[in-house]
């Protein structure tokens, strides 16, 4: 069974500080993807990004970086210079691909970020 | 593209009670899932769909029905509403092989 753990529960941070969120997972199948979501306030999903389990490229999309350690199981979310509007619940999924085709995502419990002004 | 809509946005029932959350996709996706959002747990995979006609249950099947009868649409059925069933349901949708799911709005629904 696949697990996702972000122990992490609740960050609170002042605007301009760097932040990272802690994503651990479980798994046994050595083809995953791991992903990163945000719920903000208004409660919808939001994609922020993907990664297969033989990229272990660092990623960096403007504020947001991303590292993927598969020997410590590990796939952080950096978001630098942080800014009140970062301010929502943080997802980390993973997902396997098995023969059956079902593509479940597995979530972790999620991290709640507040940037005060 | 609307993508993933889902209706009810709010719904209350009473213990007991039957309804079904409509959901539809328009960018002609393969697969559909439900999940459950409840505080403090990240979200739990009801049921899912590979394709029209196909569906299989997830972690939490129990209380929930669901039919695939055409790509687009994948309604979720409560049967008899219980307030264990009080949460926040969301609907996602992925193409190919890219497992990437894009989520509706979400439906609050609260059991009496």
């Known amino acids: 069974a696949q697990k996702v753990t972000q122990a992490q529960t609740e960050i609170s941070v002042v605007e301009k500080e760097d932040v990272t969120l802690d994503c651990v997972y479980e798994t046994r199948d050595t083809t995953y993807y791991l992903f990163w979501y945000k719920q903000p306030p208004s409660g919808e999903l939001v994609f922020l990004i993907r990664?297969?389990?033989?990229?272990?490229q660092n990623e960096i999309s403007g504020r947001y970086s991303w590292n993927f350690q598969k020997s410590t199981s590990s796939f952080n979310f950096t978001i630098t210079a942080s800014q009140v509007v970062d301010s929502a619940v943080y997802f980390c999924a993973l997902s396997i691909l098995p023969d059956t085709g079902r593509r479940a995502l597995t979530f972790g419990s999620g991290t709640r970020l507040q940037v005060q002004p | 593209n609307a993508g993933v809509t889902q209706t009810p946005k709010f719904q209350v029932l009473k213990t007991g009670q039957s309804m079904t959350l409509q959901c539809a996709q328009d960018?002609?996706?393969?697969?559909m899932s439900w999940y459950r959002q409840d505080p403090g747990m990240g979200l739990r995979l009801i049921h899912y769909s590979v394709g029209a006609g196909i569906t299989d249950q997830g972690e939490v099947p129990n209380g929930y029905n669901v039919s695939r009868s055409t790509t687009e649409d994948f309604p979720l059925r409560l049967l008899s509403a219980a307030p264990s069933q009080t949460s926040v349901y969301f609907c996602?949708?992925?193409?190919?092989?890219?497992?990437?799911?894009?989520f509706g709005p979400g439906t609050r629904l609260t059991v009496t």
């Open positions: 960018m002609n996706h393969e697969y």
């Open positions: 996602a949708s992925s193409y190919g092989h890219s497992y990437e799911q894009y």
């Open positions: 990664r297969n389990s033989f990229d272990e």
